[in-house]
């Protein structure tokens, strides 16, 4: 469970988010809605432990998320496997030479055993039919088939929570229907799947609860519980 | 100026090479095996005093050259002439000098030094080569840097291509903000290169990096990477038996 007290966050005084408090629960699928600039992707900065609250407090399963406590190492790769992140911009998270080592770097970071690793990069890789690409460079392949890749990379390491920054962006129609499916057949699995979409119709077919935010950078839909 | 252009040039060149690869099957014995094997033979010819383990070098080389496509045997031909000919005229002297057979040597060794370097690049991705380097334990991370490093220089270069293309389809005649331009290109190009280290290194953190790295190989031994290792401990027999 995530819960967000009274967040705060100023990029140079520039208010990024004002106010949000709000209790993600496991197992239920979130939509955040809004318009550019209101604050979604320093949302998912904080909620990833890449940027910190200028006021307020993260807690993670009970447990306060600040700069202090991440900087501990065994704590930040504890904290990291148990949130799974897309970017929007598939090409910066693809940094290894294949598709197969890009989807087994996580599992050599959690330091499963050699067979295991071997074990579910094939899995991933039938699952998100990558077999004909696990060869290639992720820099060469289409927006597509990238995005795939990075969501195969993620879900390999399996975490509990999952977050995808505009999922569907930069994808033609084939490519958002195989996605838009894809998060749907992950509904069941019991993870906690946040989604920052300005796809209506992505957000209607998929989210358990609609979480908008607005250009004052507060959530004003569902109302704070 | 002329410095920026032949980097683009050579990210230009990477491109194309990885746009033409892309489809490529993966080479079915194992990289490491052959880069292994051709730094052993170029080493073992420099070191060898007898002709007869530098010709049967030159003749599994010339035999698996004739193996491959036309337009890859052309490509390590024009690769090879330079380097021959420039040798046997540096050479020319030795035979007014009476020692023939010191030019035939040296000029064979050259010959034999860059057919196997380019029988290997023609074969061999770019990536497999230096992911041939990773299977020494603590290389891997360095071979990632390097992999990281190269992938970077093709998205700029790629970047600021589009960037310069942009600038094209704006300039129309002779005009001198053309040459200004292009320190906007770098500039943009720069700002672009920290943005995309820096996301990739949050992107790195949170799939759990702590500074090491293992090189992940489905490549399993097979019957051909015995079938190599075969010829070159022949190859290595031969050459103590020589010696």
Redesign the interface.
């Given at each position: 469970m995530i819960q967000l007290e009274h967040i705060d966050y100023d990029y140079q005084e520039i208010p990024a988010l004002r106010d949000i408090t709000y209790t993600f629960e496991m197992g239920k699928c979130y939509c955040l809605e809004g318009p550019n600039g209101c604050g979604k992707s320093t949302l998912f900065r904080i909620l990833?432990?890449?940027a910190f609250p200028t006021a307020g407090r993260y807690l993670l399963g009970g447990e306060a998320i600040t700069e202090k406590r991440l900087r501990d190492?065994a704590f930040?790769?504890a904290f990291?496997?148990k949130?799974?992140?897309v970017?929007q911009?598939s090409?910066?998270?693809l940094?290894?030479?294949?598709v197969?080592?890009e989807?087994?770097?996580?599992l050599?970071?959690?330091g499963l055993p050699e067979d295991a690793?071997?074990e579910r990069?094939e899995k991933y890789i039938n699952l998100l039919n990558l077999a004909p690409l696990?060869?290639?460079?992720p820099?060469?392949l289409s927006g597509g088939e990238k995005k795939r890749v990075a969501l195969g990379?993620?879900l390999a390491?399996d975490p509990p929570i999952l977050m995808l920054d505009e999922p569907l962006s930069g994808l033609d129609e084939d490519g958002q229907q195989w996605i838009a499916d894809f998060i749907a057949s992950l509904k069941s699995t019991g993870k906690l799947i946040i989604i920052s979409t300005h796809n209506r119709e992505l957000a209607e077919r998929l989210a358990d609860v609609h979480v908008r935010m607005d250009k004052a950078h507060r959530i004003i839909c569902p109302q704070n519980p | 100026m002329r410095l920026n252009l032949k980097i683009m040039e050579v990210t230009g060149r990477l491109l194309k090479s990885?746009?033409e690869n892309?489809g490529r099957?993966?080479s079915p014995v194992a990289p490491a095996l052959r880069v292994g094997a051709a730094v052993l033979c170029i080493l073992l010819c420099a070191l060898s005093r007898n002709a007869v383990f530098v010709i049967a070098v030159i003749a599994v080389e010339l035999f698996r050259l004739a193996l491959m496509p036309p337009a890859s045997i052309l490509r390590v031909m024009k690769a090879l002439i330079l380097p021959v000919m420039f040798t046997a005229l540096i050479m020319l002297p030795a035979v007014f000098l009476g020692h023939p057979r010191t030019m035939l040597t040296v000029t064979m060794k050259v010959l034999e030094s860059v057919l196997v370097l380019a029988v290997m690049n023609e074969s061999l991705d770019w990536?497999e080569v230096?992911?041939a380097f990773s299977v020494a334990k603590g290389m891997a991370v360095f071979?990632?840097i390097l992999?990281?490093t190269m992938?970077f220089l093709?998205?700029l270069g790629d970047y600021s291509d589009k960037l310069l293309e942009a600038v094209m389809l704006r300039s129309v005649g002779k005009t001198n903000w053309k040459n200004a331009k292009v320190d906007g290109i770098l500039g943009t190009t720069f700002l672009k290169s920290r943005q995309?280290a820096e996301?990739?290194s949050?992107?790195?953190?949170?799939?759990?990096?702590?500074g090491?790295?293992?090189?992940?190989h489905?490549h399993r031994f097979t019957w051909r990477d015995a079938l190599f290792l075969g010829v070159y401990a022949t190859m290595i027999a031969l050459f103590v038996m020589t010696k």
């Open positions: 990833n432990g890449l190492d930040a790769k990291h496997a949130i799974g992140y970017f911009n090409e910066v998270q940094f290894c030479k294949n197969e080592d989807i087994a770097f996580g050599f970071q959690l690793i071997r990069v696990r060869k290639r460079t820099y060469n990379a993620v390491m | 990885d746009r892309a099957k993966s990536r230096t992911a071979v990632l992999d990281m992938r093709m998205i995309m996301a990739t949050e992107a790195m953190a949170c799939r759990c990096f702590d090491q790295y293992r090189s992940y489905s």
